[in-house]
């Protein structure tokens, strides 16, 4: 079946380190994965985005890895700060779905002063 | 440019009674979704709509959840009879077109039943 995960729920940094939180899917025929933040009590917000034909894509302090054959997807976050902290999520868009994502279950990152 | 609004953003209902959420989307978006996230999981699709149109609604349960998004005002997400297991928040998304990233997130719904 269809499914996103990650592998760590999890993860403590320091502030100013750099902070890699991953995520494994099962679907190859997927279009689009999508890195969403969501604070507490926010709804998700819209980091970055890749698509299936790309393996790296970089934002403002952010960066994410596609690898498709092991159907691995990661964000990198430089010189991360408080301000980072909330939880992760990826989602999916399967090819030829009607625009409905699939999130993984998410990837709460804290960030030690 | 106001961002997707949701209303009300905390609900509580007793077993049996009907809950109705509502979402405005941005101004000129008219593609919206709905999702359901349970505590520390991740989000569920529920149900795509256009104008007037139900596109995708694979993820909502057959019975006593409905949507609309009429052609004048907010979408609509109803729960009739509502049960304990329903209690969850319940996000909107809009988009301008039909773009899986471009999809932009409310604050959310959260339906207590009691």
């Known amino acids: 079946g269809e499914s996103v995960g990650l592998h760590l729920p999890t993860l403590s940094v320091q502030e100013g380190d750099n902070s890699i939180i991953n995520c494994a899917y099962s679907n190859s025929a997927s279009d689009y994965f999508i890195w969403y933040k969501q604070e507490s009590g926010k709804g998700p917000q819209f980091i970055i985005d890749i698509r299936s034909n790309m393996d790296k894509r970089q934002g403002q302090r952010v960066t994410v890895l596609l690898n498709k054959t092991v159907k691995h997807l990661s964000l990198q976050i430089a010189a991360t700060q408080p301000g980072d902290s909330a939880v992760y999520f990826c989602a999916e868009n399967p090819f030829g779905s009607q625009g409905n994502l699939i999130f993984g279950k998410g990837t709460k990152l804290s960030v030690k002063p | 440019n106001a961002g997707v609004m949701q209303n009300p953003r905390h609900l509580v209902r007793r077993r049996g009674q009907e809950a109705r959420l509502r979402c405005s989307p941005m101004k000129g978006h008219s593609h919206v979704y709905w999702y359901r996230q349970l505590p520390e999981e991740g989000l569920k699709f529920m149900v795509y709509l256009q104008k007037e149109n139900i596109i995708d609604e694979s993820g909502m349960p057959k019975e006593r959840f409905s949507a609309e998004f009429p052609k004048e005002g907010p979408s609509i997400l109803r729960i009739q009879q509502v049960v304990r297991g329903d209690s969850a928040a319940y996000f909107c998304?809009?988009?301008?077109?039909?773009?899986?990233?471009?999809?932009?997130f409310g604050p959310g719904t959260r339906l207590t039943v009691l």
């Open positions: 998304a809009s988009s301008l077109d039909w773009a899986p990233s471009e999809q932009f």
